[in-house]
């Protein structure tokens, strides 16, 4: 679980921005973060920003949707580390606001392969990983049956019906599932959800990412 420098390992799925980078950032102060995304710029930018800090991590661009390439690094963790400590998953899909009768087969092919269809691939291949001492970590975002929000409402509210049904399972044998609802913050996802909104008001993603982290001590 530990790295030559004896650091546990957290995987953040979803690094690269916006929560997922926060906490990848706010777990390097502790961990060798494994950060997984598909902008290879952006991950890249966190590693400067967590290197900057005296923090470790191993960037990973990838699609958390192809499931040959997660099989493979979940095999690389575990021939290099044998085991994680932490899986913080934020790789999320949030496609356009729409009505319903509107919805494009394409917004809602990648809302359920990302929102539902990976993590539901994810989980089995993480939980060894994970054994009985680590923890996993999952946002939840209620907006299912809200007018406008058809795919992500749905697909979200799938992904962490996944998480319960897995906290549940494991409630007495580990790891822990935790599944923290973020306030909201100003992200380009939310840019995009509601535009014109006071972006002051929002919290900080970093502020956020220790708020939620310190509800897990």
Partial sequence: METQNSLPIALVTGASRGLGAAMAEALAKTHHVVAVARTTGALEDLDDRIQAAGGQATLAPMDV???GAMAQLCRSIHDRWGAIATWVHAAVHAAPLTP????SEGDW???VACNVTATGILIPFIAPLLGTSGQAIFFDDPHAGEKF???YGATKAAQIA????WQAETAQTGPRVHILTP???PTATRARFHPGEDRETLALPR???ARLLAELI
Avoid: G, Q
Wanted: proline share 4%; glycine share 0%; hydrophobic share 45%.
């Fill in 100 to 103: 319903v009768a509107h919805l």
């Fill in 149 to 151: 929000y058809a795919a």
């Fill in 65 to 67: 949707t192809n499931v």
């Fill in 183 to 185: 306030h909201p913050m």
């Fill in 109 to 111: 092919s990648k809302s």
């Fill in 207 to 209: 502020d956020e990412a």
């Fill in 162 to 165: 996944l998480a319960r049904s």
